[in-house]
């Protein structure tokens, strides 16, 4: 059995009990300790998580053509242990998934997870060119031991429509995940007008927005990755 805790919003922390699997972003594990030595060793995901060998081929596939690729390590751990994890001093956070209960997350943004977390990539947009805005790899709870530690540049802040059942708008180059009831999929927005083409416009010209009756939890960081969609005409 793994659980998750954060040391000083920088560093992922796993307890182990007993024997088990996680599935971190390669070259993530940054320390580890052992009551009786030494117990854990780490493996080359070359495929994907799946156990399906089919399934991981297609889902290969998938997350090439959908650029959401994230070159994933497998830690066996046999025995007590604690291991720890970090990427780049980027802050992390973490999710305790229910049962049935899906993340959506960008794949850069995806620092590890237990194996009763069942690993996909979905399309969620069409026609949009962006860095990030065809498609997001997914993440659903299928075990009570579904965890899931997101990266964040930055402190993150946290939007919820769940209780106001406001309308929600972000940049899709600083949102980290969402969380919600069912596929709460964002709709993409373009605001385009004659000015960008003649390099007048206002750099956010793409939006995701969710409406008030979405149900969904964003977590955003506080920097945009680079790339996503720029329209205009010098």
């Known amino acids: 059995m793994l659980t998750f805790e954060t040391i000083n919003e920088l560093t992922l922390k796993v307890t182990c009990t007993g024997n088990d699997v996680l599935f971190t972003k390669a070259g993530a594990f940054i320390a580890g300790e052992c009551p009786q030595g030494k117990n854990y060793k780490f493996e080359k995901v070359l495929l994907g998580p799946q156990s399906n060998i ?8 998938m997350r090439r053509v959908t650029k959401e690729n994230i070159p994933l390590m497998k830690v066996n751990l046999n025995g007590d242990s604690v291991t720890y994890y970090a990427n780049n001093g980027q802050h ?15 794949s850069e943004n995806i620092l590890a997870f237990t194996q009763d977390c069942h690993y996909s990539v979905r399309f969620i947009g069409v026609g949009v060119l962006s860095q990030k805005g065809l498609a997001t790899s997914t993440l659903t709870g299928r075990g009570k031991n579904a965890y899931v530690a997101v990266l964040s540049d930055g402190n993150p802040i946290v939007i919820s429509n769940v209780m106001s059942h406001a309308s929600i708008s972000v940049d899709p180059d600083a949102v980290i995940c969402w969380v919600g009831n069912g596929r709460c999929d964002p709709q993409v927005t373009i605001d385009v007008s004659w000015k960008t083409f003649i390099g007048q416009t206002s750099g956010e010209s793409y939006q995701f927005e969710w409406h008030g009756n979405s149900g969904v939890t964003v977590l955003i960081q506080p920097s945009e990755r680079t790339g996503g969609v720029q329209i205009n005409m010098d």
Request: avoid cysteine; charged fraction near 15%.
């Open 92 to 106: 992390i956070v973490i999710y305790q998934l229910e049962e049935g209960e899906t993340i959506s997350v960008e």
């Open 54 to 61: 089919g399934q991981a081929v297609i889902g290969s596939l």
